[in-house]
């Protein structure tokens, strides 16, 4: 078993549709949980960054952790065909380790 | 947020040469780079982590004679691809640590292409 789960779509929605993408994990021991967005060919941007559990927002981009059930989402209000991209999950234990990356979700959105 | 270049973006090389990948932190000192290799449509696999001063740790299965690391100063890291070869052809990718208490974050460069022909 992986130690991060995600699901590689690809995902496909109508633009102004909300989407939602998941990850889960196995360690207990993640402490940051990071959402990056990958276009084709190019390095990861970091989306979202949240520490713990609990939710954070940021313009349409809402970040959810519920470390009990090892789960992390990220939303995407009103959806834009700019927003087709790779999606990555990412978290670490901290300290200066390295990020566990999930396996990326492809999203495309349709005008 | 914090930038992190990477430089060449695309590269070209025959068979048998060696190839040097630069990572740079612009505005902030990275005591910690990793660099990961990306094939196409599949995820970031870790390939070691750098740090300033020490010698980098390699991930199981990386030949550490064969991409070589250096992290001289806290702004640049380097990855030589030595002896490359086609099936070394591939996106790599580095990223730089930004220490910030309860906040550490990690931002990625724009990646560098390698084709060895």
């Known amino acids: 078993q992986k130690e991060v789960e995600q699901d590689p779509g690809p995902l496909s929605v109508p633009e102004g549709a909300i989407v939602s993408l998941n990850c889960t994990y196995s360690?207990?021991?993640?402490?940051?949980f990071m959402w990056y967005r990958q276009y084709s060919r190019k390095g990861p941007e970091l989306l979202m960054y949240t520490y713990s559990s609990g939710n954070k927002e940021d313009g349409r981009f809402t970040a959810q952790v519920d470390k009990s059930s090892k789960y992390i989402s990220l939303f995407i209000r009103d959806s834009q065909p700019s927003d087709s991209a790779t999606y990555l999950c990412?978290?670490?234990?901290?300290?200066?380790?390295?990020?566990?990356f999930g396996s990326g979700t492809r999203l495309q959105v349709q005008p | 947020g914090a930038v992190v270049s990477q430089h060449p973006s695309r590269v070209i090389c025959k068979s048998g040469t060696s190839v040097k990948i630069e990572c740079r932190s612009l505005d902030f000192q990275a005591t910690t780079m990793f660099w990961y290799r990306q094939f196409p449509k599949q995820s970031l696999m870790l390939m070691a982590t750098?740090?300033?001063?020490?010698?980098?740790?390699?991930e199981q299965g990386v030949e550490k004679d064969k991409f070589l690391i250096n992290h001289a100063s806290l702004t640049l890291s380097t990855l030589t691809v030595t002896s490359a070869h086609p099936e070394d052809s591939s996106f790599y990718i580095c990223?730089?640590?930004?220490?910030?208490?309860?906040?550490?974050?990690?931002?990625f460069g724009e990646g560098s292409w390698l084709t060895v022909v």
């Open positions: 990412a978290m670490s234990a901290g300290g200066r380790r390295a990020l566990t």
């Open positions: 750098s740090n300033e001063g020490s010698k980098a740790t390699y």
């Open positions: 360690n207990s021991a993640f402490q940051y």
């Open positions: 990223s730089a640590l930004l220490l910030k208490g309860s906040a550490d974050t990690i931002y």
